[in-house]
């Protein structure tokens, strides 16, 4: 079985927001209309009464986003560790309380960097540290399935749909999707993402991770550390993202829209069995 019941689950509040709200707006013939605009708030992360961080977030999974930001800056390791998240939205604001205090949380957050994710994200010294031990299991994936799997991605993006100005990323196992999220970064997205996988236990193993946005380092580290394999976008990729994926060994496909992609790193796997059509 991929998917077993957690042994253990810290408390969690269930602080979910709507993701968007209605505005008054007017048209290019000035005529008044209500429209979805996304929502955003900052919330804060305080770690045994440590601020850590403040995250600008559409607030739909906070629990889930802040667990898997925990997770993916590698500051908390084990779940059982945790004792609760609990999110106020009165005062935006998490407090996250652990059952034994983490060592040198201090050293651990001095050295920060602010990174190219929407929203600027925030990367802690010590994320890029275990990278040479992380072993992945790769699989051959389809030219068909991965057709099949952004086909099937059409029917989400409920809130880019709606409002724009948001990400949406995917966790698959072919082309079926297991969780989808939106959030106003990338980034966001992803550690939603990871916090769920963490609380239901859910292997990496044979998944495929889709974005919306484009293939940054940070991207690749987060997916590497969630133990997926492969990396999937309908956006560009940087240098770092590409010298980290081989090095990782991500495969790593983007510019994928339609019938068309690009495979930038793990072309071997791929077994090209639907060939569009050329134009003549």
């Known amino acids: 079985m991929d998917k ?9 509040t269930q602080s979910g927001l709507a993701p968007t709200c209605t505005v008054i707006a007017y048209d290019e013939y ?3 209309r209500e429209t979805q605009i996304a929502g955003e708030l900052p919330l804060t992360i305080y770690l045994d009464r440590k601020e850590i961080v403040t995250l600008m ?7 889930a986003l802040v667990l898997g930001f925990l997770k993916n800056q590698r500051l908390i390791n084990r779940i059982e560790d945790i004792k609760s998240i609990q999110v106020d939205w009165e005062t935006n604001a998490v407090a996250v309380t652990t059952n034994n205090p983490i060592e040198n949380i201090e050293q651990r957050l001095e050295k920060r960097t602010v990174t ?4 600027q994200g925030t990367v802690f010294g010590d994320i890029m540290a275990g990278l040479d031990e992380i072993k992945l299991e ?3 994936i389809k030219q068909s399935m991965i057709y099949a799997l952004l086909y099937n991605l ?3 993006n409920d809130v880019y749909k709606s409002a724009g100005a948001v990400h949406g990323c995917a966790l698959c196992q072919d082309e079926r999707i297991i969780n989808f999220v939106e959030d106003v970064g990338r980034h966001n997205a992803v550690d939603s993402i990871a916090g769920k996988m963490w609380l239901d236990n859910v292997s990496g193993c044979n998944k495929i991770f889709y974005t919306t946005g484009r293939l940054t380092s940070e991207m690749v580290i987060k997916i590497a550390q969630m133990g997926i394999s492969v990396l999937l976008s309908r956006s560009g990729i940087t240098q770092m993202g590409l010298d980290l994926a081989q090095k990782t ?7 994928a829209k339609g019938k ?9 796997l791929i077994e090209y069995d639907a060939p569009p059509t050329r134009r003549p």
């Not at 977030?57 to 629990?63: D, I, N, Y």
């Not at 190219?116 to 929203?119: L, M, S, V």
């Not at 068309?260 to 071997?268: A, E, M, R, T, W």
């Open 138 to 140: 790769h699989f051959p």
């Open 4 to 12: 077993k019941k957690s042994f253990y689950r810290p408390e969690l």
């Open 154 to 156: 059409r029917e989400y």
């Open 260 to 268: 068309h992609f690009l495979v930038f790193n793990g072309q071997k």
């Open 57 to 63: 977030t559409l607030g739909g999974h906070p629990e």
């Open 30 to 32: 000035g005529k008044q």
């Open 249 to 255: 060994g991500v495969t790593m496909i983007a510019r």
């Open 116 to 119: 190219t994710g929407c929203g």
